[in-house]
């Protein structure tokens, strides 16, 4: 109930609020409250000032004051709802490390070895050199990314009004440099390559990972597929599948990347999710909250898949694998999101049920670019309906016109 009085206060009464007593000074200097309300008022335009309440009240020109010493939290005056994401936030980073390494590194890695150890088989893999030409490795520092792109706009993983936030880069830095949230704003931008497109002069897509058919419906049609991705410290994503089933490669700047995976047949301990790999939807907790919660108390049989990734590492994260990834330094990465003929089958059959409009724009395309697959998505029905049951003479009839019928549409 508190809560919820405190949520209707102007910022100038919930400060003469926090006054009033022992009680109230708890819950109204919650850092997580004073965030959304520097969202709402000023959305990506604020310049972080040491936390989110100055931030919020203050002018950009202002200076803050000194923060005052933390109030101490009794175990009365405890709530997890409140005081757990800054609790989780000082967590130091270094406890969350790890030195396991349970996916292959390779360097030297040939483009048939990759089809034929890891794209069919749907294996993870980190390559240790496919950025060792790219101009990135130099130019992709905070200081030089900030003599480019300082007062340029870019998107972040923060919503505001229902859109996704945008903060310039030196505003984001600043606040990267300075928070202390559980869960930090991310800058995760599927739209730099117009806001800088002197970027993607800067690497060069990996040879393994070039063939990308989505292309074939152009930039303007194909879903988003590429991010630079930057993030201070416990930044991250939670558990989740890449959308439409795609396999992704991710290559790392600057900083520490911890992963934690699961193959397509397994699933992530505390993660609510629907078990439906074409239709998935899920609730995952971030990053920090996940390590604090859940993390102990993951089954023997059921612990995931992990890796560290360093600087210079691309990490290729096959179809339908559940992935989290924590940030154990600051970060700068680029990622993208692809669907080849390893995984077309499996891409196929989701943007099939998800969006027929794509699909049949995507399909003109590919019946005239690679017939051979639109043959094998025909193949493959037919085997999918054998395989339920449609053993007789007729259900093979129809199941050839239902192909003939998706292979004209």
């Known amino acids: 109930m508190i809560w919820k009085i405190l949520k209707k206060l102007s910022d100038k009464d919930l400060c003469v609020c926090a006054r009033v007593s022992h009680g109230f000074h708890v819950y109204s200097e919650a850092e997580k409250f004073w965030k959304r309300r520097c969202i709402k008022r000023w959305k990506g335009r604020f310049l972080f000032k040491k936390c989110w ?55 030297n890695l040939s483009y048939e070895e990759f089809i034929h150890s890891y794209a069919i088989p749907n294996r993870p893999v980190i390559i240790t050199d496919a950025t060792d030409k790219w101009k990135a490795k130099d130019v992709w520092t905070k200081e030089k990314l900030l003599e480019r792109f300082r007062e340029r706009r870019f998107r972040t993983d923060e919503v505001c009004r229902g859109k996704k936030m945008k903060m310039t880069m030196g505003d984001y830095f600043v606040y990267a440099n300075q928070n202390t949230d559980e869960d930090p704003i991310y800058l995760f931008d599927p739209t730099f390559a117009e806001r800088a497109p002197e970027l993607l002069d800067d690497y060069e897509i990996p040879i393994y990972f070039r063939e990308d058919l989505f292309s074939l419906l152009g930039e303007r049609k194909r879903p988003y597929y590429r991010w630079l991705v930057v993030g201070p410290e416990r930044s991250g994503s939670s558990f989740h599948i890449d959308p439409y089933l795609t396999s992704a490669w991710n290559s790392l700047l600057v900083g520490r990347k911890r992963w934690l995976l699961y193959p397509p047949t397994g699933h992530p301990h505390g993660v609510k999710y ?80 998800d969006d027929p409009k794509m699909k049949r724009k995507w399909k003109a395309y590919l019946v005239d670019e690679r017939p051979d697959l639109i043959e094998a998505w025909k193949n493959y029905k037919k085997t999918i309906k054998m395989a339920n049951g449609s053993s007789s003479k007729k259900d093979k009839e129809d199941g050839d016109k239902e192909a003939e019928k998706e292979t004209s549409n």
């Open 53 to 107: 309440k100055y931030t919020a009240i203050l002018d950009r020109d202002e200076a803050p004051p000194p923060i005052q010493r933390r109030i101490f939290v009794s175990a009365q005056d405890f709530s997890s709802k409140i005081w757990g994401a800054q609790i989780r936030s000082a967590i130091p980073i270094s406890k969350l490390t790890s030195s396991l390494n349970m996916i292959e590194k390779r360097s």
């Open 274 to 353: 629907n078990g439906n790999m074409l239709a998935p939807s899920y609730d995952a907790p971030v990053p920090m909250k996940y390590f604090q919660k859940k993390w102990d108390s993951i089954p023997e049989n059921n612990r995931p898949i992990e890796v560290i990734q360093e600087a210079g590492e691309t990490i290729y994260v096959p179809t339908g694998w559940w992935h989290m990834v924590l940030n154990l330094t600051e970060t700068i990465a680029v990622t993208q999101n692809f669907c080849h003929t390893a995984n077309f089958l499996t891409v196929y059959r989701y943007v099939k049920d």
